[in-house]
């Protein structure tokens, strides 16, 4: 068992030690994991983020522009203040870089949507139990708290589970699924 401080170390050094070539090539498995197992359809409501490149994240734009095409709603988080909010993206949304540089719709509008079909998380380090570990500014646990307890919670992650986190938290809420380039693990019950 370890830390979230000392798995965040961890990962974050073994996503630098990964390629662009590498992330490229397994983010689209990833993406085609997401697809074959979740068959997400026309008007179904996926909230996902959209990849933090100086922290080497999953690249989800190929999922974006996969809901474009065939007519999936598609919601990213903007921060504002403390709180996620949720702010529905179509094809011709301008986008922009916050002060952190992390990609973002242009508007404020947050789309007041709680029933997601799917919730795609980014994550640094995901257990064997669905327990997960982020940046360590509990967005998505606010984000899980707020939403339809339907909705799916899915992470993605280069790398699989390994050892368990010792330090959880009671507000931390796991997720149902993860997503890595050679599996999907389910983490729900019953």
Same mark, same amino acid.
């Given at each position: 068992m370890k830390t979230k401080a000392e798995l965040r170390t961890i990962y974050i050094q073994n996503? #630098?030690? =990964?390629?662009?070539? +590498?992330?490229?090539? =397994?983010?689209?498995?990833? =993406?085609?994991?997401?697809? =074959? +197992?979740?068959? $997400?359809?026309?008007?179904?409501?996926?909230?996902?983020?959209? $990849?933090?490149? #100086?922290?080497r994240e999953v690249n989800t734009i190929p999922l974006m522009n996969y809901c474009f095409e065939h007519g999936i709603r598609f919601f990213v988080p903007k921060v504002m203040g403390d709180k996620l909010i949720s702010v529905e993206l179509f094809s011709d949304s301008e986008l922009e870089y916050n002060a952190w540089g992390i990609l973002e719709p242009k508007t404020h509008v947050d789309a007041q949507v709680k029933d997601f079909d799917f919730v795609i998380t980014p994550l640094l380090y995901c257990d $064997?139990?669905?327990?997960?570990?982020?940046y360590g500014k509990g967005f998505y646990d606010g984000l899980f708290s707020s939403i339809s307890t339907h909705c799916l919670k899915i992470g993605v992650n280069f790398f699989p589970p390994k050892e368990c986190i010792s330090d959880l938290r009671s507000e931390d809420i796991s997720l149902d699924y993860l997503i890595i380039p050679s599996s999907v693990f389910s983490f729900k019950i019953g």
């Amino acid at each position: 068992m370890k830390t979230k401080a000392e798995l965040r170390t961890i990962y974050i050094q073994n996503r #630098k030690e =990964l390629t662009i070539e +590498q992330r490229e090539f =397994l983010s689209q498995k990833i =993406l085609e994991h997401f697809i =074959l +197992q979740f068959n $997400p359809t026309e008007n179904h409501k996926i909230h996902c983020f959209l $990849p933090i490149e #100086k922290f080497r994240e999953v690249n989800t734009i190929p999922l974006m522009n996969y809901c474009f095409e065939h007519g999936i709603r598609f919601f990213v988080p903007k921060v504002m203040g403390d709180k996620l909010i949720s702010v529905e993206l179509f094809s011709d949304s301008e986008l922009e870089y916050n002060a952190w540089g992390i990609l973002e719709p242009k508007t404020h509008v947050d789309a007041q949507v709680k029933d997601f079909d799917f919730v795609i998380t980014p994550l640094l380090y995901c257990d $064997p139990n669905g327990n997960r570990v982020g940046y360590g500014k509990g967005f998505y646990d606010g984000l899980f708290s707020s939403i339809s307890t339907h909705c799916l919670k899915i992470g993605v992650n280069f790398f699989p589970p390994k050892e368990c986190i010792s330090d959880l938290r009671s507000e931390d809420i796991s997720l149902d699924y993860l997503i890595i380039p050679s599996s999907v693990f389910s983490f729900k019950i019953g």
